[in-house]
C-alpha cells in the first residue's frame, strides 16, 4: 500500500494555523461562526475615540543597540503590520484593521504579587523611568513561520527591578487588557481569557528578554501595544502583547494556549527544530514576506544567551 504523506511544509496556510485551527473549531462547536469579527457599533466608536495624540511619540525612533544582530533582512513592515495574531480581535491574520479599536490611553499598569509593595503605574510614567533602544530580533512562530523585527522597547530587567519583588518569586505572571467592547472575541466565553503568559525570574531578567513598546520605530497597535514581551527563543504565543498586569508568584502561571490545550501548548515553549509539534514538523520556517523557507535553529539561534537557564531541567517539557 502506498500512504502519500505530506510533509511538515506542505501543509497550507489554513491548517498550518494550529492555533486557528483549534480556535475554529471551538466557534463551530458553539455555532456562533464569524460573530467576532463583525463591526460592532462599539468598535466603530471606539475607533473615532482612538485616535488621540501618542504622548510617547517623541520617544521614537530610538536608537539601534547594534549587539543584537540578524541573519536575514528585516521583514517588510507592511507585510509583518498585516499579518498578525491577536487572538483578542479574531482568530485570523488580518486583524490590523480592527486592533486600531485598542485605546492606548490611559494604560495603567499593575505591578502585584510577591513584590515589596503593590504599585500601579501609567505607562507614561514608565517610560520616563526606562531608556528606550531598537533591537533586531528574529520571531519565530509556533506555526512554523517567521519574520525578522526591529522591535524598541526596553530590558524587562528594568521593569523587574522597578518592581521590586521579594526573593521567594519564582515566576512573573502577566496578563493581557480585558475589554470585550474594545476585542469583540473576549465576548467568547469559551476561551480563558484575558491572555495570560508566564516566565521563571531568570528568564525575565535575561538580558534578552525585551518589553516592547514599538516596531519599525513606531508605536503598532496591532503588535501588541503600549507594552508587550519579546522573548526570542521561545515560540511566538509566549510574547503577550497588550500586557496590564505583571504578578510576581512562586506558583507557575498557567498561560492561555496551556489552559486551552495543554497537549501541544506548554509553560517552556523553547524553539527546538528537531521536536515537532504534535501535528506538525518544527524543522523549517517560512520566511513571511519571502518565498523561502530556512532550517529553525535551536532556541531560534540565541543559545548563547539563554542555554544555561535550561541546564538540569532536561525532564522537563522545555520545547513544546
Ligand atoms: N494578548 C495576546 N498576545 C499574543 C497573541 C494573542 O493572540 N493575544 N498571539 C501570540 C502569538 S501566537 C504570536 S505568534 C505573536 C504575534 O505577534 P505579531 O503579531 O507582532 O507578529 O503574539 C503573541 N502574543
Ligand atoms: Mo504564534
Known sequence: MHVIRRRGWEISEREATPEHIFLNRRTFLAGTGAVALAMTPELAAAQRIADLPDPSAHLYPAKRNDKYVLDRPVTDEKINT??????????????????????????????????????????????????????????????????????????????????????????VRMETFMDPSTAPAQRQRWYPWPYVEGLTMAEATNELTFMVTGAY???????????????????????????????????????????????????????????????????????????????????????????????????ERLWA
Open 82 to 171: 498585516n499579518y498578525n495574531n491577536f487572538y483578542e480581535f479574531g482568530s485570523t491574520k488580518q486583524i490590523a484593521r480592527a486592533a486600531q479599536a485598542l485605546k492606548l490611553r490611559p494604560w495603567q499598569i499593575k505591578l502585584d504579587g510577591m513584590v515589596e509593595k503593590e504599585q500601579v503605574i501609567d505607562i507614561d510614567d514608565l517610560l520616563k523611568k526606562v531608556q528606550l533602544e531598537e533591537r533586531l530580533y528574529r520571531m519565530r512562530c509556533v506555526e512554523a513561520w517567521s519574520m525578522a523585527v526591529p522591535w524598541t522597547g526596553f530590558p524587562m530587567a528594568k521593569l523587574v527591578e522597578l518592581a521590586r519583588p521579594l526573593s521567594s518569586a519564582k515566576y
Open 217 to 315: 520605530g513606531k508605536v503598532v497597535k496591532q503588535m501588541g501595544a503600549p507594552i508587550r514581551l519579546a522573548a526570542p527563543w521561545k515560540y511566538g504565543f509566549k510574547s503577550i502583547k497588550s500586557i496590564v498586569k505583571f504578578t510576581f508568584t512562586d506558583q507557575r502561571p498557567k498561560s492561555y494556549w496551556e489552559a486551552l490545550q495543554a497537549s501541544e501548548y506548554g509553560f517552556w515553549a523553547n524553539v527546538n527544530p528537531q521536536v515537532a509539534h504534535p501535528r506538525w514538523s518544527q524543522a523549517t520556517e517560512e520566511i513571511i514576506g519571502t518565498n523561502e523557507r530556512k532550517p529553525t535553529l535551536l532556541f531560534n539561534g540565541y543559545g548563547e544567551f539563554v542555554a544555561d537557564m535550561y541546564k538540569g531541567l532536561e525532564k
